[in-house]
């Protein structure tokens, strides 16, 4: 691994702290993320013609950001109750966000977009690696590091899963470009109310045990991280091929796409034909419930599985899949999402870190957000990477590319699979439809 220099670390809190958003409880969608870790991405850029500027610059715009975002300047607090339950919420305290300024001086642009795997380099580009959010107590909801390479720029944020999910991640990030370019108002400001919902009521009471509590790293072993661009042409003719196979034009190009690496993934594995397979597929709640507008600061994601036995799911083709999962995301209505929170509430579930079974795949990101649109002032972004906390065997990543209207696929696999994958004539016809 490259080696990473580090210059300056400060807090940076925002310009005028906010009187109307002093306090924004959390919702199960929030909670129930509270023993992983931080959402981590981060785009790389050329270095703009005058860098000796660019640090104070993006400390500046930074802090006028987070005028319009305080929960990310702010930190999460507790009420322990008698029963023995605790409450979160944020407290919007503008104890600033973490900005550090690092260099990596012998490495080039090139270093990171050429090699076919994601050099783990990258890894070093990211702030709060192991940190649960459930910690945000004490430590900063928002953490940005500038590194400086020979002829780019790497900006990435570390964000609280508990406050933010991938939209409002990188909302966050579009107006903070804006603001960079010189905007003095954003052009979709956040909206922080929460939804109600009948018979729910703040601040949510869940019961935490001390564990909980304990720091406890996963390491999740040797891993591989590949991307797989496919051109707006081909991802055309997959789902074509999907919707040709079912009879049906439903399939979205989405669907298509992640059954063809959930086909291939377990097919490489030689599972037996009678094993019961799964994909976990990451629904956005903000298009499904009327409540939530598209600026819904928070997290608006919902967890569905889909499964099919992987003899089913490799011999009944790339079609059978697409639609299975089609059903899965058609079925999940409002209702659903409005049973599920009533649901969470008297039965709290919180996600925890650990290895995934060999017969699962764990999907996230979406190819909606608006990654490449974020000119800081001097252009757009000519790559987007994640973090290590982004890195668990069979963890399937789906994100706009450069161009408009491709898609990158990002895979994490054992050495084994991903090396198979390569070699697998399936898969790469399947990449040559």
Known sequence: MASIRFISSRIIQAGSRSKETDRIDLTPWDLKHLLVGYLQAGLLFHKPKLPEALIHHLQTSLSRTLDFFPPLAGRLATIEHEDKTTSFFIDCNNAGA?????????????????????????????QLDGVKNIKGTSKPLLAVQVTELVDGIFITCSA?????????????????????????????????????IDDIHYPIRIPLQKEHIQERFFQPGNLKVRVFNFRKESIVRIKRKANAEMNTDKISSLQALLSLFWQSIMRIRQMDPNQETMIFLVIGVRQKLQELPEEYFGNAIHSAEVSLKAGELVEKGLGNAAWEINQVVA??????????????????????????MNYALLTGNSPRFDIYGNDFGWGRPIAMSHGAESKCDGLVTVSPAVEEGDIEIKVCLSPETIQAMENDEDFIAALNI
């Open 331 to 356: 079925n999940h209505r409002e209702e659903n999402f409005i049973n599920f929170v009533k649901w969470w509430v008297n039965s709290p579930l919180l996600f925890q870190t650990g290895p995934m």
């Open 98 to 126: 973490l900005f550090v300024h690092a260099t990596a001086e012998n490495v080039n642009i090139s270093d990171l977009v050429e090699p076919v795997y994601v050099p783990e380099t990258v890894d070093a580009f990211f």
């Open 160 to 196: 609280n899963h508990s406050v933010v999910d991938g939209a409002s991640f990188w909302h966050f990030f579009n107006s903070w470009s804006e603001i960079s370019r010189g905007f003095d108002y954003l052009s979709r400001p956040p909206i922080f109310k929460r939804p109600l």
